[in-house]
């Protein structure tokens, strides 16, 4: 039987990160369940691959959600990693923290001790920062960020054109101030995906108390309300992983509200119509589902300096023959390298709204390129008022889940996406773009009315997959709280969540930097450390955010 003080389920994120930390001092024993296989080859760790492994069943758990009844009964795609290194081996490799208020309004929620000024001190340790603003960023940890290398002259173009527009200008949305245009950071490093496998996993994975077992989790062993192992299935059989102090579940927001759930932890009702004893009846357990939503706006482009002349072969296999030879080139690149953060009107004192820019007319999963040169923007609301659900599909642990976000259920969602198509021409129409625009590709000019661009809306719009608060923390006397602010989840000893299912609401922006912050802190906290000293730095605000978006 293996044994170990701390056992952590998921190799992802989070996982790594708590791997890494618990194991620092060799005092503790800790073996990392992950179902996964390895993160080797080109297909993961060439940043320019990155459509590749999240559309591969090897790489990718595929999950889908139900039938989702505000965008016409469309199924959408809900990819998590089943890989080492977990989704941060197959994202997008984009690094942002997320805006200061964001946590502030998680610490109003019940999760005491997780406002900005705390949660600050952890992403200046975990970061190895390439950049960015003295004084806000950490320049020695596991977590190498940098700035792209902006060779397309249409990722400066973009920035520009948010100028002319009367949008701030920003020098780096992770340090003091997210708002405004500016370049876009990324998980690269030596030229290959630095993911949270390469940052932690690995680097803890050398010591000698630290193993790696593979398996599928299919519960949690809770014994007299305490949790003393975990159950895995591997080839067929079942095996137990012994807990001396503490079982971490960081399996993703898909993952560990349906592991707690086979478990015994969860909304009573529903686990008893699959057959499961309740352990712990928590109602939140795989409620308050959240995600980002976003749109693809693309321009076509009348000078031929886009990616589109990249997507041949032959060009493809020269990329690629260069990235392996020398870790160089437009293989080693996301190609996200300008962003921007913006506010959706007056009133709202913080971003609402995200862009990634791409200078290439192309789908994230890198289906269906436009026949063209062209360029484009991701763009969506942060804050969806939209809440879904992960529920048990059956008490199977190989049945996959039943996921519905809900997606666009909120009529507030609606205006908000219309003014995200609606701005993003208005950036587009800037003289910064004279020079390149030509027709709009996406949605196309004769889609004005509110009627047509819903129906466009309704079609079209793909998630960021940003899913996360499946397992929300806040206080514990919260009936919809499952874990409290110290990651213990109520009502078990010895069991605690920490990955993105316990975001009270999320963050703005990608989430693979908060996901790796959360295991950070929650590692302190399962050691008994006190917690990093809180920083006493102040976000900037716009000072006309009450009277103007600009």
């Given at each position: 039987m293996l044994e170990?003080?701390?056992?952590?389920?998921?190799?992802g994120s989070a996982g790594a990160a708590l791997a890494y930390r618990l194991s620092e001092d060799g005092k503790n024993r800790v073996v990392v369940i992950e179902y996964g296989g390895t993160d080797m080859g080109p297909l993961i760790q060439m940043p320019a691959a990155l459509s590749f492994p999240m559309n591969m069943s090897r790489y990718d758990w595929g999950f889908?959600?139900?039938?989702?009844p505000h965008l016409g009964g469309r199924i959408l795609a809900t990819p998590r990693g089943k890989v080492l290194g977990g989704s941060s081996s197959i994202n997008g490799m984009v690094y942002v923290?997320?805006?200061a208020h964001d946590y502030?309004?998680?610490a109003e929620q019940g999760a005491t001790g997780w406002s900005f000024s705390d949660v600050l001190p952890y992403f200046k340790r975990m970061e190895h920062a390439h950049g960015g603003e003295e004084g806000w960023r950490g320049t020695e940890g596991p977590l190498h960020v940098r700035p792209g290398p902006q060779w397309n002259p249409l990722y400066r173009v973009f920035v520009e054109a948010g100028r002319q527009a009367g949008f701030?200008?920003?020098?780096?949305y992770n340090g003091s101030k997210q708002?405004?245009?500016g370049a876009m950071e990324q998980t690269i490093h030596l030229g290959r995906r630095w993911s949270a496998a390469n940052a932690y996993l690995r680097p803890a994975l050398k010591r000698q108390n630290v193993s790696l077992v593979n398996g599928l989790a299919s519960r949690v062993i809770i014994e007299n309300q305490r949790a003393t192992g975990v159950e895995i299935r591997v080839r067929n059989q079942i095996q137990v992983v012994k807990a001396r102090r503490e079982v971490i579940v960081a399996a993703s927001s898909i993952n560990s509200p349906k592991l707690l759930m086979l478990s015994g932890i969860g909304p009573a009702a529903h686990l008893r119509e699959h057959g499961i004893a309740v352990v712990a009846d928590r109602p939140g357990v795989g409620q308050n589902l959240q995600d980002h939503l976003e749109l693809y706006i693309q321009q076509e482009s009348i000078q031929p300096i886009t990616l589109y002349s990249k997507l041949n072969l032959f060009s493809k296999a020269m990329i690629g023959a260069e990235w392996l030879l020398f870790k160089t080139g437009l293989g080693a690149t996301n190609h996200f390298e300008s962003a921007a953060f913006l506010r959706s009107k007056p009133g709202v004192d913080y971003p609402d709204i995200q862009y990634h820019f791409l200078p290439a007319a192309i789908r994230y999963d890198g289906k269906?390129?436009?026949?063209s040169h062209g360029f484009q923007a991701h763009v969506g609301p942060m804050r969806s008022k939209s809440r879904g659900s992960v529920r048990l599909r059956s008490g199977d642990p190989l049945a996959k889940p039943v996921i519905l976000f809900n997606y666009m259920s909120h009529e507030d969602d609606w205006a908000d996406f219309r003014h995200c198509i609606r701005l993003t021409r208005e950036i587009f129409g800037q003289p910064a773009f004279d020079p390149y625009r030509g027709e709009e590709i996406s949605p196309g000019s004769h889609v004005q009315s509110n009627g047509e661009l819903d129906d466009f809306i309704r079609a079209h719009v793909e998630s960021a997959y940003h899913p996360c608060g499946t397992c929300r923390m806040g206080r514990a006397d919260d009936r919809t709280s499952v874990v409290d602010p110290?990651?213990?989840v109520i009502g078990v000893e010895g069991l605690r969540v920490a990955d993105s299912s316990i975001f009270p609401r999320v963050t703005n922006g990608n989430l693979n930097g908060p996901s790796i912050m959360a295991g950070e802190k929650a590692a302190d906290h399962i050691l008994g450390k006190t917690p990093l000293a809180p920083s006493n730095q102040e976000p900037w605000i716009n000072p006309r955010w009450a009277v103007s978006d600009r």
């Open positions: 170990a003080d701390f056992v952590v389920v998921g190799s889908q959600t139900e039938p989702e923290r997320g805006h502030d309004h998680w701030e200008i920003t020098e780096d708002e405004g245009f269906a390129a436009a026949g110290e990651c213990r």
